[in-house]
């Protein structure tokens, strides 16, 4: 934190020399929430922890490097519609404009997708979105940091071979994915199919239509299919809809295997002893038992600060995850800052700069008060995504329990397929890839 306080420090002298005063800066980031509707749960943990985040530094350090954290919400609905009109509202506000843009849709990120460029905007989609976006050769705007949908397969099936006592015993095996009928539950479609056809196995895609609450015909299917895994693809009120129904339909809650949008208290809690023993990937963990959530209870919470009513869902997996984007967005501003100055607002191209330079080693996450909170990220120009590491956690019916280390996603069945896509959809677009090694 001294670093913090050095360049805040800085700063004010520099306002003094130049102005005779000092004069405030702030970095505006605009936030496309969604607080109502069929996903509110999901969106009022998430933006509550990351706007937490936030205000911990406002009021702890002042901000970051001298400028303080501004931002205001856009409801969105989880409707794309709403999304374009959020991100039109929101481009140009602030000194010099919103900082980033990140919609916690995949639906609303295809919406947005070939604006960003435009608007020189960085669009960052932490854990979802466009998988092809990691190739930051023809999506120099997009971050689908620290794993991608197809990174996260990966790892589900790795997780599902050590189950089965090694990846040679998936052949034979019946997988079936029950996804999220939209542009989301889609993403992983190409990746199943793929991993189906090296290791042998069946995979059997079953959707879901929006939002979720109705599940019985699928499950009568899955039923008949009599598969050996579910992976569970859904979002909302989909997912304790999808543990009930299986439970009721005799279906071992052990044997199926959420996304991470599928993993949070929000999820199993509704769904009562029906999930006990469902399982669900992460690329974050939940509790309150980290030093970074502890500064957010002390600086926000013991001031009546904080963005959730609810106290009780602060530490949870989802508020968590929203302290992860509060984390990941604030660093690539300070990495920015390394480069183009402490004590003022910078650009949103600035801050994509940031994004595309960013290495948060373990050491710099024991500093964070994050340890073990999110797996260490390094990006790149050619890689916006990260390590793509995963761990899974277990529902006891009161917790979740982490019960894998970091699982590494298969990077050479998975890379391939991202530079073949993001060539295609460069051959489509006109666009000439960037030269990495130009970039140094």
């Known amino acids: 934190m001294q670093f913090s306080k050095t360049l805040m420090l800085g700063a004010t002298v520099a306002g003094l020399l130049t102005t005779g005063f000092a004069v405030a800066q702030e970095q505006y980031i605009g936030l496309p929430s969604y607080r109502v509707g069929a996903y509110a749960a999901g969106g009022t943990a998430l933006y509550g922890g990351w706007i937490d985040y936030m205000q911990m530094l406002n009021q702890r350090d002042g901000g970051v490097g001298g400028v303080k954290l501004t931002w205001e919400e856009c409801e969105t609905e989880y409707n ?32 947005v997708l070939d604006r960003v460029a435009v608007d020189k905007i960085p669009l960052v989609t932490m854990g979802y979105g466009r998988t092809d976006a990691a190739d930051g050769r023809v999506f120099p705007w997009v971050f689908p940091l620290i794993t991608t949908y197809w990174s996260q397969n990966t790892a589900k099936i790795k997780f599902i071979g050590q189950q089965e006592g090694g990846m040679d015993k998936l052949k034979g095996k019946k997988i079936v994915n029950l996804y999220h009928d939209s542009a989301y539950g889609n993403e992983t479609i190409p990746v199943l199919n793929a991993q189906a056809e090296r290791y042998g196995f069946t995979i059997v895609h079953i959707p879901v239509a929006h939002p979720g609450n109705e599940q019985q015909s699928q499950w009568l299917r899955i039923r008949q299919e009599r598969p050996d895994w579910v992976i569970l693809r859904g979002w909302g009120v989909m997912n304790p809809t999808a543990i009930r129904t299986a439970a009721r339909t005799g279906f071992p809650r052990e044997k199926i295997v959420g996304v991470w949008w599928s993993g949070s208290e929000e999820d199993v809690i509704p769904a009562g002893d029906a999930a006990k023993g469902y399982i669900a990937a992460g690329f974050n963990v939940a509790g309150k038992n980290f030093p970074v959530v502890q500064e957010i209870e002390k600086h926000v919470y013991a001031k009546n600060l904080g963005n959730m009513e609810d106290k009780s869902r602060v530490g949870s997996v989802l508020y968590n995850r929203g302290v992860v984007h509060g984390i990941i967005t604030v660093e690539a501003i300070r990495k920015a800052q390394e480069k183009y100055g402490t004590g003022k607002s910078l650009t949103p191209e600035q801050v994509r700069w940031g994004f595309e330079n960013l290495d948060i080693d373990e050491a710099r996450l024991a500093e964070l008060g994050a340890e073990g909170f999110l797996p260490p990220l390094k990006t790149s120009c050619e890689n916006h995504e990260g390590s793509g590491m995963v761990k899974f956690q277990q529902w006891d019916g009161t917790r979740w329990n982490v019960i894998t280390d970091w699982i590494e996603a298969d990077q050479e069945l998975v890379r391939p397929m991202i530079e073949a896509s993001a060539a295609a959809y460069a051959a489509e677009k006109g666009i000439t890839p960037r030269d990495c090694s130009k970039e140094m």
């Open 80 to 111: 794309n519609a709403r999304g374009v009109e959020c991100y039109e509202r929101m481009k140009n506000r602030g000194p010099t404009g919103n900082t980033v843009f990140q919609p916690l849709s995949t639906g609303i990120t295809y919406s």
